[in-house]
């Protein structure tokens, strides 16, 4: 079963159902502009999954579309959740927080091979409060 973009997201980021991982995943995945080592390797990316789902255990993800051409999908979407673990060297602040990001997905025999991401994790850090509002 060939399952959408906006599903392998829904079922990996709010379920926390990595086995999605497995059966949606190529194993020579790589994932571009997410925390940490650039580009990940499958591995890395699902420790990143763990990590950011016991940082956010309540996280929602909502696509506004998915654009399709050939093998590539892009997907604006927005994350939220709220900070119970800790994220990018914060510790949990009971906050809630909302982020924006966009996904450039690229398939191959029905799977994922390559994901380039980009998100206001500058956002994220000032809604924690690891940041001032504005920078002088």
């Not at 966009?102 to 980009?118: A, H, P, W």
Request: with cysteine.
């Amino acid at each position: 079963m060939k399952r959408t973009t906006e599903e392998i997201y829904t079922t990996l980021l709010e379920k926390g159902d990595l086995s999605v991982l497995d059966t949606d995943f190529d194993p020579g995945y790589q994932a571009i502009g997410v925390t940490g080592p650039d580009p990940m390797d499958l591995d890395q990316f699902r420790t990143f999954v763990k990590e950011l789902r016991t940082a956010f255990p309540d996280l929602t993800i909502t696509f506004d579309e998915e654009i399709a051409e050939g093998n590539k999908v892009v997907t604006p979407h927005t994350m939220a959740g709220t900070h119970k673990g800790e994220f990018m060297g914060v510790a949990p602040t009971n906050k809630k927080c909302e982020v924006r990001g966009i996904s450039l997905d690229e398939f191959e025999n029905g799977k994922l091979v390559r994901s380039e991401s980009q998100w206001d994790s500058l956002g994220l850090l000032r809604q924690l409060g690891a940041l001032p509002e504005t920078v002088k």
